[in-house]
């Protein structure tokens, strides 16, 4: 019960479901829970250790995004989507600037499209990272492997920073583009960030894809079956680790995607070692489709000329603009109506409808299981909750 | 063998622990405020107003032409224009705001108004260590606290601010070149006039 320690808990007898003479102890873990990376609730019902019954609650973080966004002007909505999923800015700018040009017509030069998938794929290499470290420390391994992951995750932050002025808040694209050109230099450093990558994949599989530890906490823990997930609607890593193939990359292949040439990794049993799996293997793919875009990517203009950045209205219609997040699929759905804000804003986060399948997964597992199963989702509560 | 991968890990961690000593690449922190990493130059924080030459009310760049204020997303800065005007720091009358105040417990640095701002007035800054006691008075920044010249905006983003004073001198020089083209056009206009007094007078009828 260590898991729970942090948790108020409180007793409500209650007679078993089963008709022996177990009680339910009903706990409440969170919303400061140190696992839920955020304000999270989870209401369970335990009988013994087992989960009987766990409901989520959220909404704690909830700041009004899509009104408010309803009430700026397209271009002032960028820094707020940086705050969506606060680990991974360049994508959401990426999804909405998608749907806005979606939406306008825009058409995106070709330099500024490799700068969309380097910035994007780094952005997944170190959302990847951090992922897979708080993963581990939730599982009880405090410290050490975050701290090799936020290492790592450090260094392509760095790179963050010299080209778009800040670590985590990037405010980077631009309809029609991206903001800034890569400085003197930068190409060159990111190249051998990226050429380091792989080995600190090796380090990490050393140091933990053995494990035996591990391998006994995960396997088998938290299966999500692939029938479940696609009709639940899940997206990304964890739709992958459950063995369905689908990622938008391949499948919509926006951007200047179908140029790169990179496999998508996929899981058998969909349990919480597959997921992290995946994810491993994904960042290696990621390195390849960096070291592709990074040899060719093109001189030239890194902003349509023709897309003003102030006074901008799209003419009236409606659009949807998604990309393939490192969560799963973001998408942002506009309708305009000629005026200088969106009429309606609306966010698909993958946050979210990831974690619906929650219950499900946890049913029937032990109460220290959950911390695990829940770090295995991957999700952000800024983009839950928006 | 069971606990294979267990010590396969350790002896992963036995080499992070030694590399630390040895390698710069393994022990990646700094002690601060002791050590300091190097300032990145594209770093942003909270922005500033820039002044040219020595004086700060003289020099700014700022004609309080109010569209920062209206694209800043969430409207931290607020601004009164002046009611005349004050020669800036090239001799030209201009307006200036009497009031420019930027909440910096709002602002969340996203560099819009630099953006947008026509003038290039308006940068942004890179200094972090604004730890205050006072919760609202110290936050909300007025234009004098604002005000930094472009020495400092050379110094921070030194790429940067070149860019913007080439810019700068190449507008000032085309419409110094401009205003002396129309000078000489006069000046021709008025001494062709009394040559053909009688064809600009049936033109004129
Ligand atoms: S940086 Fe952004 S939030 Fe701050 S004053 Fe400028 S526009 Fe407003
Ligand atoms: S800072 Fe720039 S945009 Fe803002 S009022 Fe002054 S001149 Fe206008």
């Known amino acids: 019960m260590s898991a729970t320690t942090a948790a108020t808990a409180h007793f409500t007898p209650k007679p078993s479901t089963d008709g022996g003479e177990g009680q339910l102890l009903e706990v409440s873990m969170g919303p400061q829970h140190p696992s839920t990376h955020g304000v999270f609730r989870m209401d369970v019902a335990l009988d013994g250790e087992r989960v009987v019954k766990l409901k989520p609650v959220f909404g704690y973080l909830h700041r009004n995004h899509e009104k408010i966004a309803e009430t700026e002007t397209y271009l002032g909505s960028m820094p707020y989507t940086d705050r969506l999923d606060y680990l991974c800015s360049i994508t959401n700018n990426w999804a909405y600037a998608l749907a806005v040009e979606k939406l306008a017509g825009i058409q995106v030069p070709e330099r500024a499209e490799y700068l969309r998938v380097i910035t994007g794929e780094l952005t997944r290499l170190q959302n990847h990272t951090s992922v897979i470290g708080f993963l581990l420390q939730d599982m009880g391994a405090s410290g050490t492997p975050l701290m090799y992951a936020f290492r790592e995750r450090e260094k392509v932050l760095d790179l963050f920073e010299s080209l778009t002025g800040s670590r985590m808040m990037c405010n980077y694209m631009r309809f029609g583009g991206c903001r800034a050109d890569m400085p003197a230099g930068w190409l060159q450093q990111a190249q051998k960030v990226v050429e380091a990558f792989p080995r600190f994949l090796d380090e990490f599989e050393r140091l933990l894809s053995g494990n035996e530890i591990l391998m006994a906490r995960t396997q088998g823990v938290g299966v999500l079956s692939k029938e479940l997930a696609v009709d639940a609607g899940i997206t990304g890593p964890m739709l992958r680790g459950s063995g369905v193939n689908y990622d938008i990359r391949k499948v919509d292949k926006y951007g200047i995607y179908e140029r790169f040439s990179f496999k998508v990794p996929l899981g058998e049993h969909g349990d919480v070692y597959d997921r992290y799996m995946v994810r491993l293997l994904e960042m290696r793919e990621s390195v390849k489709i960096l070291q592709q875009a990074m040899r060719d990517v093109p001189p030239g203009p890194i902003m349509d000329a023709k897309t003003k950045l102030r006074g901008f209205r799209p003419k009236a219609g409606e659009a949807y603009g998604r990309i393939e997040s490192p969560k799963g699929e973001l998408g942002f759905y506009l309708i305009s109506d000629g005026s200088p804000n969106p009429y309606r804003y609306r966010v698909r986060p993958p946050s979210l409808v990831n974690l619906t399948v929650l219950e499900d997964m946890c049913l029937g597992q032990n109460v220290a299981d959950i911390v695990v199963i829940l770090g295995s989702i991957d999700f952000i509560l800024g983009e839950v909750d928006r | ?205």
């Open chain 2, 1 to 205: 063998m069971l606990g294979e991968g267990i010590v396969k890990g350790l002896a992963e961690t036995a080499r992070n622990f030694l590399g630390s000593y040895v390698s710069k690449d393994r022990l990646t922190t700094v002690q601060y405020p002791e050590e300091r990493l190097p300032q990145i130059e594209a770093a942003r924080n909270f922005p500033f107003l820039v002044y040219d030459g020595e004086d700060w009310q003289q020099g700014m760049r700022c004609v309080s032409c109010l569209i920062c204020e209206k694209e800043c997303p969430p409207k931290c800065i607020s601004i009164e224009k002046s009611k005349d005007k004050k020669l800036d720091a090239s001799g030209k009358p201009q307006f200036y705001p009497t009031v420019f105040n930027i909440d910096v417990s709002v602002c969340m640095s996203c560099q819009i108004c630099v953006e947008v701002c026509p003038f290039d007035a308006i940068k942004m800054d890179v200094d972090f260590e604004l730890s205050t006691k006072d919760r609202f008075g110290d936050l909300l920044w007025n234009k004098e606290r604002l005000s930094k010249s472009n020495e400092y905006y050379r110094e921070i983003h030194p790429t940067e601010a070149a860019a913007v004073d080439a810019q700068l001198a190449e507008e000032r020089a085309k419409l110094e070149a401009k205003s002396k083209l129309a000078a000489e056009a006069k000046a021709a206009a008025a001494a062709t006039v009394p040559a053909q007094p009688a064809v600009g007078a049936t033109a004129e009828k």
